[in-house]
Every structure is written in structure tokens, then in C-alpha cells.
């Protein structure tokens, strides 16, 4: 059963620090997503990373990943209050049309 | 573009009741899901569908019924609620299964007393 880990799960910081969220998968795909949910909202696509490798840039957030070793990095730059909300990975398994999903990791920026 | 239209936003029913949450999207996707988002556990997929009339189970099936008779519409039937059913539940699509992000709907949020 494919299982996806974030850590961590609660994350606080200080407006311009940096910070990496983790998303470990336990099988093998190529295929990963990161959304973006604000409170009480619903969820908005960040980044596709369709292959090994994969970076991806917007703002102050980058994505990453590496699939041998089965992991996806969210990297936050200089992070800024808005950046405050809960970040999803899903992974496609790519055995049928069915993403499994993170618990998600919540953000909370503080100035 | 309205995207993916859910209605409607908030619903009590009492147990054993049944209703229909309603999902309509514009923008010709081919793959249209329904999640169910609990706390601690994060999203659950209910069911899909990859076409009209091409439907299939997800993770958590039981108690609900789908259809999907136009590509536009693709609606979930709570057969008898349960207070179990209790969550916030988003509808989902993409342009093709593989390759595509999710456009989330604004979600439903139903209590079943």
C-alpha cells in the first residue's frame, strides 16, 4: 500500500527565514503534486513534477523532486505572512487514476 | 470561466436522510473526483470518474452512489447519511488523468446529526 509521509506536520516560522517541507513516498512514482490550501478554503495546484529531477519555481516557493529516492522537497525562501496556509503532496501511483495525499503541513508565519 | 461549481456550500441532515451534492465544472475536463477531507486524515478519494459514463470506486466508497451522464455534471448521492459522512467534501477535476493538476471546487461542508 503506497503510504506518503509529510513532515512536518505544524511548522512555525519567522517572516524571512527559509524552510523545507518533506514529502516521502513508499512506492514508485514519477508523477507528484503540491497544493496549497487556505483556512476555511479550498485547495489550489502549486506545482506538477512529471519526472526525476523535476524543479519547479514560483515566487518564494521551489519544488523538487527525486525519485529514486522517492522524495519531494517544498523549499520556502524568505518566507513572507501569506505564504501561511497548509501544503499538500499526492503522488500518482500510476496503477490506476488515483492520487494519494499527504496530511498536509501547516504553515504559520509569524512576523 | 466559473471552473468547478459545488452546491451547496453547507448542509445539516439528519441520519438517514439522503441528498445529493452537486458538481459542475466548464472547462471540458475529461477526470472528475469527489474527496472527502476529515481532520487527521487528510483527503480521501470517494469516487472518479475518467468520461461520461465511465465511473469507478475510490478509497472510501460506501454510502455513496455516482453518476456522471454529461461531461459537464458529475454529482454525489449520500444513499443514507450517516453521522460518519460528517466532513468537508470537494469536488475535483483535470483536463486528463495524467499530467494535469486537480481544480478544486469550494467544497461542501455537511453535518449529519
Known amino acids: 500500500e503506497l503510504k506518503v509521509e509529510q513532515n512536518p506536520l505544524f511548522l512555525s516560522m519567522q517572516e524571512g527565514k527559509n524552510y523545507t517541507i518533506y514529502c516521502n513516498y513508499s512506492t514508485t512514482s514519477d508523477r507528484l503534486y503540491w497544493y496549497r490550501q487556505d483556512p476555511g478554503k479550498s485547495l489550489e495546484s502549486l506545482f506538477v513534477?512529471?519526472?526525476n529531477g523535476a524543479v519547479k519555481q514560483e515566487g518564494r516557493l521551489m519544488a523538487s523532486l527525486d525519485t529514486k529516492a522517492r522524495l519531494s522537497t517544498l523549499h520556502i525562501t524568505a518566507a513572507v505572512h501569506d505564504l501561511s496556509a497548509t501544503y499538500f503532496c499526492?503522488?500518482?501511483?500510476?496503477?490506476?487514476?488515483?492520487?494519494?495525499w499527504g496530511l498536509g503541513t501547516s504553515l504559520a508565519v509569524n512576523p | 470561466n466559473a471552473g468547478v461549481t459545488q452546491t451547496p456550500k453547507f448542509q445539516v441532515l439528519k441520519t438517514g436522510q439522503s441528498m445529493t451534492l452537486q458538481c459542475a465544472q466548464d472547462m471540458n475536463h475529461e477526470y472528475m473526483s469527489w474527496y472527502r477531507q476529515d481532520p487527521g486524515m487528510g483527503l480521501r478519494l470517494i469516487h472518479y470518474s475518467v468520461g461520461a459514463g465511465i465511473t469507478d470506486q475510490g478509497e472510501v466508497p460506501n454510502g455513496y452512489n455516482v453518476s456522471r451522464s454529461t461531461t459537464e455534471d458529475f454529482p454525489l448521492r449520500l444513499l443514507s447519511a450517516a453521522p460518519s459522512q460528517t466532513s468537508v467534501y470537494f469536488c475535483?477535476?483535470?483536463?486528463?488523468?495524467?499530467?494535469?493538476?486537480?481544480?478544486f471546487g469550494n467544497g461542501t461542508r455537511l453535518t449529519v446529526t
Open positions: 475535483a477535476s483535470s483536463y486528463s488523468w495524467n499530467n494535469s493538476p486537480l481544480h
Open positions: 499526492a503522488v500518482d501511483t500510476g496503477n490506476n487514476r488515483k492520487l494519494i
Open positions: 513534477l512529471l519526472s
